[in-house]
């Protein structure tokens, strides 16, 4: 174990003797653990798996109990991510001023990468830190046990092959077959199988609380920590002076439980709550609608994708992100805007929209939770879980698209930017071996491009039979085939929809597809694109929410039914930038806010046109025809900017925001036989519509220097 004046260097659990690295090019590696979704961990029947939940949940609650002082304690590497803003493993410290940013520096907070592409890579040696603790702490507890020979090699077993799990957010959960946190994140007691002793344990899933207490034994609150150790607090993030988030105050987490009724004089919930109901109510409300209520005799035949699945089906749809670029980060450059239509669906940005659904937004309806903050989001045993399944979805991207690797050079720009980092550079604060030269042995994201070198695989990953060569290694093209056929399975998309509405004998296909699409089996796809600037509010995270229903041109009417929201984009902050004095706050953020550094999202159209075309609780719109849906769109779609703890925000607030709307055509992959599986759906020919947002604050409109309708010769989008 690392001392604190001493690096420790990151690597993976040790791996099983009877692991073999077999990769010719995607990462193949028999024997290795696996990663699992945390609902096969528990509850289970199964003996080894009840050993390693056992040992997990109390090398957790170990883990959460390290005093704040110590480098390898819970709340210094929960810390890394944002506050307290302190140097961690004798690193260079988190840059305060543009000026000292160097290769690989955080651009949003702590050491922490948002909007650049090396966000998926930073967090794939920090979830490893996480993981190789919680073992640390496995054995540590066994030895405590002294058991006998037989049972410590038992226990020790079923360490050595236990691996972080994660959480599956775009899949719904069995427990309750909805779209929801696990079940164990609803339990504050949970059941463990010790050798000895009682089976029924406090859940530390369930929350963190501050490990340094008062004179009462009570937890401090986590901006007042005991003398001697002032340097570990946590401030309040007051990005808006106007409307501070109370984090100093917080002596645990809370998931949608931070309330106020006066303003912000007096807060509830300062202590953690969990409010895991309300939690789950907003997981679950980005489900989409089944057009036809309870009762209604088609209603049990449809089971609607959730929003989450839908867009990771369309992440990993075939073009849909052909970069590393676009598929990594929500970063946007300008002069992408002529090649990429789809390409704004971001692993970066989807996680973005987990973290404020799980921790909560307004103190007025549901409550604020630290997981939609970034400065705090790490002290949530959820962010953990989280991020584990944020590295599983870049696994999966990889075995897909190995071949994309940083392959798109960045475009000569013609104004001041933010350089994307190489992937040979430092991923700071993490260091490769223990003892090493603590401002270099850093990580990197080629270090970390493979993940079986790790010791760590995903359940999901594991090859069929099928696709195993007589020598033990890779069909990599079978292999391919079978996991598009997987995400498709998993993850049920447009194509789903599209497919009950069609060979629903009552819907006229022709009538509400269009003729050409009916005759080939095809839909009219419609998606938001939308670009933002994130440090438009200071800093302070803020949501884009759209609106589709109502009167015709009355936005009033549109926000009144909570149905009519169709999903949203997060700008996930909570760091200022800073302002170059050296006084604090985000470097590369400040640096990103100067150079006009914006990002990019997308919200899919398509269901929701479909199932209000179907509904009759919307008059005004019968089929998804272009030309019905584009004036319907002109008439009833609107968006409005909501900034955490609550309350809307003037759109004058952010001028360089840009929403526009795209048609183009999806379409199921053929197949040559009936019995071969159904891969996921292809997009392509997105052309951008005008009249949905023109005339409207933020709107794309047709004379737009770049995308206007003069100016399509230029344009060159992969789909």
Known sequence: MSRNDETYGISGIPPPQDAKLKTVTIPYAPGMPFRLEISKLFPSDDPLIRKQWTLFILALEKFMALPVDQKLSYFQIAGIHGYPETPWDNADPPPQDPSNAGPGDDPFGGYCPHNIISFPTWHRPYVLLFEKRIWWHMKQIIDHWKLDASEAREWNRAADLWRLPYWDWARRQTYNMEFSLPYVLTLDIVTIYPPTGDTKHPNPLWGFQNPEKGSDGKPLPMGQMPPGKEKWNIRDDDSDPSQKLPWSQCSGVSRHGLTTKDGGKTYIGLKGINNFQVANASINDVSWYNPYP???????????????????????????????????????????????????????????????????????????????????????????????????????????NWQAWWDTPEPPHSGPTVPDPKPTDPLKPFHTIDGGNPREDYWTSEMARDWTKLNYQYDDLAPHPRAILPNGKLNEAQYKADLSAYIQATYPSTLEYFHQVYRDSQVPNEGFFGAHNAERETWNDYLINVVYDRYALGGRSYAIEFWLGGAPDDPNSTFTFRENRIGQVYAFGGLAPSS????????????????????????????????????????????????????????????????????????????????????????????????????????????????????????????????????????????
């Open 580 to 719: 170059g004095s050296g006084s604090g706050g985000c470097a590369n953020c400040g640096a990103q806010r100067d150079a006009k550094v914006l990002s990019r999202a997308q919200v899919p159209l398509t269901i929701p046109v479909m199932s209000q075309a179907l509904s009759d609780s919307y008059a005004h719109i019968q089929s998804t025809r272009r030309d019905a849906v584009e004036d319907y769109l002109a008439k009833h779609l609107h968006w409005k900017y909501v900034q955490i703890g609550g309350g809307e925000r003037p759109a004058d607030e952010f001028p360089d925001t840009q929403v526009s709307v795209w048609c183009g055509t999806g379409k199921r992959q053929p197949v040559d036989s009936s019995d071969q599986p159904v891969y996921q759906p292809v997009y392509s020919s997105y052309q951008p519509v005008y009249a949905p947002t023109e005339g409207k604050r933020g709107g794309l409109t047709q004379h737009d220097a770049t995308l206007g309708s003069g100016n399509s010769q230029h344009w060159n989008f992969r789909t």
């Open 294 to 400: 309870q009762g209604h005799p088609d209603s049990k035949k449809w089971t609607p994708p959730g929003t989450f699945a839908d867009a990771i089906n369309r992440m990993f749809s075939p073009l849909y992100n052909s970069t590393w670029g676009t598929f990594a980060s929500t970063k946007w450059w300008a002069e992408s805007q002529k090649s990429i239509s789809t390409g704004y669906m971001s692993l970066e940005y989807v996680h973005n929209n987990v973290h404020n659904v799980c921790g909560g937004v307004s103190f007025e309806d549901g409550g604020v939770g630290h997981m939609s903050d970034v400065p705090v989001a790490a002290f949530d045993p959820l962010f953990w879980l989280h991020h584990c399944n944020v590295d599983r979805l870049l696994s999966i991207w990889q075995a897909l």
